[in-house]
């Protein structure tokens, strides 16, 4: 599966076309190694996603879905190694 389709079936992040802007700017690391959003993904993958303003997320993908995904079924796809969060001040 493409790296933008998972990054949206797993709702990483919510749309296919953020995913891959956020692909062509060098946002995501696949094992280390920047990515274009047509990368294709395998089982053990390890994913590096710096989310801006929002932090970064590395999780790997634990499955390869066949088709839809409902959102009770996304958090399955993938297990998260770190998160960090970047708190705002006011």
């Given at each position: 599966m493409r790296l933008d389709k998972f990054l949206?079936?797993?709702r990483i992040i919510k749309r296919r076309t953020v995913?891959?802007?956020i692909c062509d700017r060098g946002k995501?690391?696949?094992?280390n190694q920047p990515a274009k959003a047509g990368k294709e993904l395998k089982v053990g993958d390890i994913l590096a996603i710096h989310?801006?303003?929002r932090g970064a997320l590395?999780?790997?993908v634990q499955?390869?879905?066949e088709g839809g995904v409902r959102k009770e079924q996304a958090s399955s796809l993938y297990r998260i190694i770190s998160e960090t969060h970047?708190?705002?001040d006011e």
């Open positions: 949206q079936a797993s995913a891959k802007e995501v690391l696949v094992n989310l801006g303003s590395t999780c790997e499955q390869i879905p970047i708190e705002e």
